[in-house]
């Protein structure tokens, strides 16, 4: 057989585990060739790959990034992006193409699926937010990186009697913030499925303070929004130089915190770390098993499907399902962290 | 309530945040005072304990080893060990036991509750051989600890063309062998489940070098053994010291595959620094998660059973299907690993 | 003898291990007594300390912040301060006083000690800027931090073909920015010691594509400025929220060269968790020797003095002298970072 | 100019750093060519070699190993070996050879700058037992991972109650012993430079216990030898398979401390996993730094000379004098570490 793989949107530790498992796994077990298209579904619509045999992918499983490139053009966005996508397919003689990526790609995926194309998606996304599997590879880098700052940030904090604000990735859901926070003992944690009540964060905080304790750790969640109506509060949009601002809510939390505390209360967003460099040993395990798998249900013909992870086996759901509808946080989870708060 | 909690059994990564949780949940949320048993069963036997408040567990969290201190001590082994354990829980007003240990821990849980004792249990195993629960927390960390080594084994190993078997924990079962050779690309993996062929295992390391490469890696469980009559093997035992020869395997194989690939061999035996130290965000999220379900366990009464992870819910399990049989490494997980070496 | 240990300004890892050794030396090896006055000279000045004995330094070898807690207070900047000082020395005792501290400690600890007082200084400092040593603790790990970092946000770069603009300490010298920018072979090195030319930086990056390389990696230490008239640019100052504004040059910067590059251009701000947790070995061997030579220096009565590195040695240097400059990056130091660029 | 390089001897962390800094500096400052003899020496005698551009060097910064390969073969044990040198040489119109590596390859540069090669050498050992430099990269890398172990080994030590005795490397210096000893806390740190009497050894270990504590942590290189007559003991030699007997004194310390001590005691060898890998930020920045220099040596015509670490700067030294003795723990820095054991 010929395989097309993909690499699309945004970086996330384990995208080169998995693409070397998938040639492992197909050249040398099926004798099947793989073609890698660069740049995501860019490459697919412009035609631009390169083989990928066994010395393509030699030494890459530890590696952070992606030897194929990514970006974030989605095919169907495009009036013609589709017929693009199947002339390459058709010309490149390519039984299969396994994308691989976050939710975007996936509903790209499965329009393509859908428009007839034959392709088996593997999840991919640091924010644990897709429903129909366990869990995605790069979350548990993320939540290991975010919770080594955690940890460095305590003992900061506890010298200088601060208040420390962390933003952590996360813009729809809030596991990042909800596992480091439980893994780095965080003393709140603020996530997007649950609007903050100001006046509720600073009773939490100061009662830490009216109980003797000279510091304290709030991990916030990018997305984090206050409810409605308790706290001026300036969503996203673009910062004074035109960014992104990606810096928001801590920073505006910060001075809230301070001016309510009366406390130095500093602001620290963690950024991009967590999204890049080696993946963690559970990270590297799943994309490899997902690789495989990805070549097995192609085999199978098991089109229009993803890899998921649920319990300890990797099955095949849908694609149809798959993004059906976002993962977030339910409340009995974060009850679980509150306690220990 | 009364509740007592105790550790038992070999180091694990995780066992504080354990502690920490079950005090956490108990005290603050349900107004429970809580009590610790020093050094395992023993300190039941012997009604040795402390009073365990918000204070005794403050910084434990990302700590290594147990504040409780664990001992191998079963009170099952003793005559009167089941009466003695019997009369401490009453004379000390306990409403609930949770020991927290493996498999030799769980048994003796089961046969006190079934002697009538209101016990929890909370599975504890860096070998991931509990078959009730998708994986128990020790587990991420000593794979992570042996991938580790394993990434900075590789470079040694290409640099001096050598052959490096690496002997890693599990003495019934593969899977930290499984996971950490997955996770760093090991070009073969030895596993207790599978007796190895010495011959077969030649050919493969030895390929390695036909194809053109300067080294190898082969990752073995301590428990490994060879396929009958295929080659002599000194199984167990002690060494010439009287100490329990523990490393036995991986320097057998070095000696063999010497001798036959005419390459250098070396062993490396990692040891118990896969046991030690700061444990996995991964590992203090489930072993916070259990801590807070036993402590709900014993208010909802559910004597007799044991904390699980199973997908991403804590379940409970009876006592008694907890312990029944090992689990170990499947065929088809070993088939997926195959493919990558 | 009485000695007094405090630590005094910003978090540094390697201040517990300094406290560590003063008591391990003056205790067991010369029978004194140790008192560690809380949050630097606060404590001194207010009488508020405590008694330090082995039990009260267990276990803080590799922990960071300090024990006995820090601000920025300075003595001298008090109008009864040098009395007041005076006035707890002498009712405690105190035969010494080992301030832990950086310029601007060991500047008051000068002149405490012109006024009389029997102290010797011991320098700490992340930034590296004090001058009579050739290092101090803390910028090891400071350094290990931040090029750990830049190793993880190198290849999500790579992936994204982006600049990245990464902002770490140093307000007033380069040495965390030139040292974490040659360990993580970044592209451009940005320091306080010499004002960027915008135009200059334009062209080193813009070359890195012109050459067909994908991103780039630039590393800016928080004191940088443009050369006078190049570039429109806002010193530090407060932020829209009224706080500091530490995060001023990485922004502007990446504004500046996306627009100038066409290239999507980011900024990481690391902050805190550069001084913060677990020393390095280097910083906590060289923070066990100061401590253990401070203890030395007393007993010798070698008052008016601070520790100091030079080459492999530990030696005292004048207090005088200690603090007469900044060290900053010389030219030739610059030089040999630029090659590798 | 055309310069030739190479790797010989042992693997050490920042070996990639050193010839990635030789091939930048000379090929984009300069203008030189350089070429890479592969396996050491033994590249230079059979005139076996690759050109080294910027792209052969591209991502080797942080690799551990060496892109060039190693042997241990010294041109000046076999018969013609500095003649073929020469020849080669000539043949291939070098200007300079910079080899990097340990005693016996310097002793060897030494010979042939003798012999009228124009040498510059870079040392490297872990061990860092090279007296005319302050320090080799590699060192502060191998000291970082035998800490980081210790740490990791503390926590289980004490959860179980008993003595470990960790050998690290270092068969003639006990630097790397005395370091991580230092870093870790370890209890006993024992040292080739200092036979050890094994009743003293006990004594300090056993008054550990009698104050109460319940554990200890010996670190022993595994050089080290008792004092003669004090105690059976089996030096070096091979064990039953055949192989080096490396893993010699901890395993022997082991049994007899837990003979005379009746606690129970376990031995660990860290071994390879201290010379592989990533290197530090510490030993990136000085490999880089050597590089370098070794560069604008070979312009100045600085030849029979070695790049040498001098406090902050890198200055040259004779290669005479570079390998007169080994640079042995001095008494003096072992008193310093005694007092915090």
Chains 1, 2, 3, 4 share one sequence.
């Not at 994308?99 to 991919?124: F, H, M, N, Q």
């Not at 904090?157 to 913030?177: D, F, K």
């Not at 003797?212 to 916030?220: H, L, N, P, R, T």
């Not at 590297?284 to 229009?304: C, D, N, P, S, Y």
Request: aromatic share 4%; charged share 25%.
């Amino acid at each position: 057989m010929r395989i097309g793989v993909l690499t699309s949107g945004g970086d996330c530790p384990g995208l080169n585990a998995v693409i070397r498992s998938v040639v492992h796994r197909a050249v040398v077990d099926h004798g099947d060739e793989v073609i890698g298209f660069h740049d995501g579904w860019k490459g697919l619509l412009e035609g631009d790959y390169r083989k990928l045999d066994l010395d393509a992918v030699g030494g890459i499983l530890a590696l952070g990034g992606t030897i194929l490139g990514s970006t974030r053009v989605q095919p169907t966005r495009l009036r013609d992006g589709v017929e693009r996508a199947k002339g390459h397919v058709a010309e490149l003689g390519l039984d299969a193409i396994i994308p691989i990526g976050g939710e975007g790609t996936l509903k790209a995926a499965r329009l393509l699926s859908d428009a007839g194309l034959p392709i088996v998606g593997v999840p991919k996304t640091i924010d644990n937010d897709i429903a129909s599997t366990d869990v995605t590879f790069g979350f548990d880098t993320a939540v290991g990186v975010a919770t080594e700052a955690l940890d460095r940030l305590k003992t900061t904090a506890e010298s200088h009697q601060r208040v420390l604000i962390v933003e952590v990735m996360g813009r729809h859901t809030g596991w990042i913030a909800l596992h480091s926070g439980m893994a780095a003992g965080a003393h709140a944690i603020v996530v997007p499925e649950r609007p903050f009540d100001i006046d509720e964060l600073t009773k939490v905080v100061g009662a830490r303070f009216e109980a003797g304790k000279k510091f304290a750790i709030v991990v916030v969640a990018e997305g984090a929004k206050p409810r409605e109506g308790t706290m001026a509060f300036e969503a996203g949009g673009t910062d004074v130089y035109g960014h992104e601002r990606f810096a928001g809510v801590a920073r505006q939390l910060s001075v809230e915190l301070e001016r309510r505390l009366e406390k130095e209360a500093r602001a620290v967003i963690l950024g991009h770390v967590q999204r890049g460099g080696t993946p963690t040993a559970y990270d590297r395990v799943l994309a490899t098993r997902f690789g495989w798998h990805a070549v097995e249900a192609v085999h199978r013909g098991a089109f229009g499907s993803m890899t998921a992870l649920r319990g300890t086996d990797i099955t095949l759901v849908p694609l149809a399902q798959a993004v059906e509808h976002l993962k977030t946080v339910p409340a009995e989870r974060y009850a679980e962290a509150e306690c220990v708060l």
